[in-house]
């Protein structure tokens, strides 16, 4: 498992974290990049445990990002 981390601020709603990972990312309601429910931890938006299966995948979505929104918390 790893720890993901939205930077809500630095989110621009490209949707390409959504597009490559629907099942961990989804828009909120102000049109931004989110973690969905299963995958929050305290059920914070922005802060999500991952499980291994998707690591791989968020690693390369972390790059692609545009404006690093997201992050991988060590």
Do not use: W
Not at 30 to 48: M, P, S, V
Request: net charge negative; aromatic share 8%; with cysteine.
């Amino acid at each position: 498992m790893i720890k993901v981390k939205i930077i809500e601020e630095r989110c621009i709603g490209c949707g390409g974290c959504i597009a490559l990972a629907p099942k961990i990312f989804e828009y909120s309601e102000e049109a931004i990049a989110q973690i969905k429910n299963e995958f929050r931890i305290e059920n914070k938006r922005n802060f999500g445990l991952i499980p291994d299966k998707f690591v791989e995948n968020i690693k390369h979505i972390v790059k692609l990002c545009p404006t690093y929104a997201i992050e991988i918390e060590e």
